[in-house]
């Protein structure tokens, strides 16, 4: 078989260019994630305009996540079809549309309707912009990897804490979740200036496609990340309902939530640039054993320490977040193969961990409380735990071959 040309990488832009071009990710990354977080702070006001049920509500957290999942697997389609350019272009204009259906007073449907729209635009977003970090900035992928998840992780708390503060100066407070939509549409606006460049999307050979979802392997990864993440979608969700049936305002229940968000940041900077070695396995167990003691004060002791228990969650998800990535590029040397195989796994992963705040969901409706919910995650952890020791590095040889 003759060997077909090796997919090329984009130099990476200097001086003003780069620092402009990182402003720009910063800013892409900032809109990922207040479409979810700021329902939490005003889930109260939300249920009583709209009548929606804790599981009903717990959807408009569940969709965007699962949406995120689906398109995962079919992310080299997408960037081949749209490019960089029109792809992220179009993400941010279909996520401004669902974050402006939230201005008008909310009912059921226009909820709904806005987790699914804005959950497509995020989906592309989330498909398109690591695929141009990786080719614009090959040479400092670490870097640039860790400023856009902080910037993620940093939208996330910007999310939670502003919303209520908003909800104080609008009209209406319900307008505060569709007050994202103008951040949304001024970053649509900067992307598409002369002075922002994007490369020419690169497709890779036939030859350097993996077809993960024949390997068990990729199916255990794909579960592994679902369970890990299944703790961050769970959380988000519920931490500010949770603290308001203790007499909370939304600004205090929202600042504890951006605390867990900006935790999470420290823990995704640091727990993988301490794991030097392939073997993750320590480093994830720390993380996950982490998050549990936070579970478990959130289970039993909510009320003695909670920005702890919140902290602790958020440094324990936040640190597990990049070392499945990670662990899960150890498992193949090429790049354009390892990629493939995160994006299945991610693909699985957020599919079904969209499921766990629909699930605690259903637990808050049945059982009048979010106790169960809590021991849930607990529960979650220990399979993790179970589950991080077959991830030794040493059997990774093998198990992936190039496919046709």
Request: hydrophobic letters at 55%; proline letters at 6%; one cysteine or more.
């Amino acid at each position: 078989m003759s060997l077909q040309k090796e997919p090329t990488f984009t130099p990476a832009p200097s001086g003003v260019r780069l620092a402009l071009s990182l402003a720009v990710l910063v800013l892409l990354g900032l809109n990922l994630r207040p479409l979810l977080t700021s329902i939490g702070p005003l889930t109260g006001e939300l249920r009583d305009i709209t009548g929606l049920s804790f599981s009903e509500v717990s959807l408009l957290t569940t969709i965007p996540i699962l949406m995120i999942g689906a398109m995962a697997l079919f992310a080299g389609r997408v960037t081949t079809a749209l490019g960089y350019r029109h792809g992220i272009g179009l993400g941010l204009l279909i996520l401004t549309a669902g974050l402006i259906v939230r201005l008008f007073e909310p009912t059921s449907t226009s909820m709904m309707t806005s987790a699914i729209v804005g959950g497509v635009g995020i989906s592309l977003l989330h498909i398109v912009i690591p695929e141009l970090t990786k080719q614009q900035y090959l040479k400092r992928l670490g870097l640039v990897t860790g400023l856009w998840s902080a910037a993620l992780m940093g939208g996330a708390a910007l999310g939670a804490v502003a919303t209520p503060w908003a909800a104080g100066l609008l009209p209406e407070r319900y307008q505060a979740m569709g007050s994202w939509s103008l951040l949304a549409a001024l970053v649509f606006i900067i992307w598409y200036l002369p002075i922002n460049r994007t490369p020419v999307a690169s497709v890779p050979p036939r030859h350097l496609l993996l077809r993960a979802y024949k390997t068990p392997r990729a199916w255990i990864l794909g579960a592994y990340f679902a369970l890990v993440n299944a703790g961050y979608a769970g959380f988000i969700a519920w931490i500010a309902p949770f603290y308001a049936e203790f007499g909370w305002s939304a600004q205090a229940s929202g600042n504890l939530l951006a605390l867990f968000s900006l935790v999470q940041v420290i823990g995704a900077l640091i727990l993988p640039a301490l794991s030097r070695s392939q073997d993750r396995r320590p480093w994830l167990a720390l993380a996950v054993l982490t998050q549990m003691v936070g579970f478990i004060g959130l289970s039993w002791f909510p009320n003695v320490s909670p920005w702890l228990w919140s902290a602790l969650c958020g440094f324990g998800l936040g640190g597990a977040f990049p070392l499945c990535i990670v662990m899960a590029l150890d498992h193949i040397d090429n790049p354009v193969q390892a990629g493939r195989l995160v994006s299945f796994m991610q693909g699985i992963g957020f599919m079904f961990a969209s499921l766990m705040p629909l699930v605690t969901g259903w637990f808050r409706d049945f059982s009048g409380n979010y106790t169960f919910g809590w021991q849930l995650h607990i529960l979650v952890g220990v399979i993790i735990l179970a589950m991080t020791w077959q991830f030794n590095p040493k059997g990774y040889k093998g198990l992936f071959n190039s496919q046709e």
